[in-house]
């Protein structure tokens, strides 16, 4: 008996543990800074991703992924939070791919179902991602270059030679090796094909941008002094289309549409940004960033036939639409109507307090009835003590509102197409709790009534004290009311039953109770009468 806090405290980590990881607080806008907003967009869907952290938690990033379909202009749904920074957004077809900064990357779709991808074989690091019409293709940082790939993953790897020089010598920093090239690769099925080297001494990457405009891949990097260049695979050669080496820096930079012509968006720290024609020698167009909004803040897409601007400004996330052609502004500053935090953040909070809560009434309980009883703390005859399996199956019995509830509502969620993952995972939640509520409920009305509950009635089982008496009303509604917190922490501490040496849950422990097998707890009329019942049917049936 007294282990059992200790197999208490055991289990409480899980709860514990999960209560303590779940943000307690609402996430916060980062300050502007590089990457904070990004966005990708199709001819039919766009999505758009704002990088958060939690207040009072330095470090903890999460990246929260808008997504709406064309004609949706006022109707942004909330798909999921990514517990990481991403830091590129790409798709094939309605399927969103995730690339996250430390290189892996995450399937996501439009249900909000995220599912983390297959790597590119080692030692290739993943810096950017690409959808096809088929597949998914990736550029990698490799050691080596197609040399240090597998030579399973070699698919007529190429290293072709581009339409210009290489850039000078520059030293590498010291955080990487001299020789990691960037290699394009294409999925293949499961597995990633490394399909040709990039030419040239690997610059000190920041950046990168991938498309797949009919099929063929386009690469926007900087080189090793500083210049923008765009290049495009063909006949297995890397083609330089742009190279642009002005004076002026380069903030940011991303290649907009999957579709012939291929444009490229460059975002300056200072004066108007720039969107190029790839393939055309028409001069650019100037585009009139958001008032307010920092360089590296602000992403662009080309969206619905018009070129669309993303931005943090004022604590806000603003959009500024452009005309493709000239660049002339169609929609002046406008806030993204974004659905606001889930409650489910501020319900889950409340979760983990009643859990937390519930705990140290069970540590209190148990300690008092120690110190009422001291050394001559009762102990009950072991072979009296509810068989393990019936116990079970009891508790099975009582809880099957809350197994039915859950069950049935994550089936006709499954079913619900267009709901949204987090509108699926509150009404989840709030069944799941107004199934427990219930059970907590009927648990304790009916076993102070009745001294045992329906499931314990089929069982034949019967809750008593540690003196083998009748358990007082009062233990009887300390025992049910702290099921609350069996249903916080999902049943998990009921397995304590089956590791304490009286086989009690939290609740008995506290309630001094235990839960004993046929007429054990009876008070001595009832057991005469079902005594007197018997004899009476034995002569019966002689």
């Not at 069970?362 to 393990?388: D, K």
């Not at 049935?408 to 509520?437: C, H, I, K």
């Amino acid at each position: 008996m007294k282990r059992f806090p200790l197999v208490l405290l055991f289990l409480f980590i899980q709860p514990a543990a999960w209560a303590a990881s779940a943000p307690t607080s609402r996430p916060a806008p980062l300050s502007p800074n590089a990457f904070s907003v990004l966005a990708h967009a199709d001819d039919r869907q766009i999505w758009l991703g704002q990088v958060n952290q939690y207040s009072g938690i330095p470090g903890a990033l999460n990246t929260a992924i808008y997504y709406r379909q064309i004609g949706q202009d006022q109707h942004w749904q909330l798909l999921t939070r990514v517990q990481a920074r991403v830091i590129e957004m790409s798709s094939q077809g309605s399927t969103a791919g995730l690339l996250m900064e430390d290189g892996s990357w995450s399937l996501l779709y439009t249900d909000g179902t995220l599912v983390t991808a297959g790597p590119l074989p080692s030692p290739a690091r993943m810096v950017a991602l690409a959808g096809g019409r088929n597949t998914w293709w990736a550029v990698g940082e490799v050691v080596g270059g197609i040399s240090g790939v597998p030579t399973t993953s070699r698919a007529g790897a190429t290293t072709g030679p581009s339409t210009r020089k290489s850039a000078a010598a520059v030293p590498q920093p010291q955080s990487r090796p001299a020789d990691v090239r960037l290699v394009l690769f294409k999925l293949n099925g499961n597995d990633w094909d490394a399909i040709s080297e990039l030419p040239g001494q690997l610059p000190e990457v920041s950046h990168l941008s991938l498309v797949l405009a009919d099929d063929t891949p386009y690469l926007a990097d900087l080189d090793r002094n500083g210049a923008l260049q765009v290049r495009y695979l063909e006949n297995n050669r890397w083609v330089t289309d742009l190279h642009l080496e002005d004076a002026e820096p380069v903030t940011t930079f991303a290649l907009l549409n999957d579709q012939p012509p291929v444009r490229l968006w460059v975002d300056r720290p200072t004066g108007d940004d720039q969107v190029f024609t790839i393939g055309s020698k028409a001069k650019p167009i100037g585009i009139t960033s958001i008032s307010g909004s920092a360089p590296g803040g602000r992403t662009m897409v080309m969206f619905a036939g018009k070129l669309r601007m993303f931005a943090r400004a004022q604590e806000k996330l603003v959009e500024q639409d452009y005309a493709v052609e000239t660049g002339k502004i169609e929609l002046q500053e406008q806030p993204v109507p974004l659905p606001g935090p889930s409650p489910l953040l501020d319900l889950q909070s409340f979760q983990a307090i009643v859990v937390i809560a519930s705990f140290v009434a069970i540590v209190f309980g148990w300690y008092r009835r120690q110190m009422e009883y001291g050394e001559a703390m009762p102990q009950p005859e072991l072979s009296t003590l509810a068989p393990l399996g019936r116990r079970f199956l009891a508790g099975l019995i009582d809880a099957s509102p809350v197994v039915l509830t859950v069950i049935f509502t994550a089936v006709r969620d499954a079913n619900t197409s267009g709901m949204p993952a987090q509108q699926q995972e509150l009404v989840l939640w709030l069944a799941y709790w107004a199934a427990g509520l219930f059970y907590i409920l009927y648990t304790t009305l009916v076993e102070s009534l009745a001294g045992r509950s329906l499931g314990k009635i089929l069982l034949g089982l019967r809750v008593v004290g540690l003196d083998g008496k009748p358990a007082t009303p009062t233990a009887l509604i300390v025992r049910n009311v702290l099921r609350i917190f069996d249903v916080g922490c999902f049943f998990v501490p009921v397995m304590i039953v089956g590791m304490s040496s009286l086989r009690q849950r939290p609740g008995d422990a506290a309630a001094g109770t235990v839960v004993v097998r046929g007429e054990q707890g009876l008070p001595e009329e009832e057991k005469e009468s079902k005594s007197g019942e018997a004899s009476d049917s034995k002569s019966q049936s002689k």
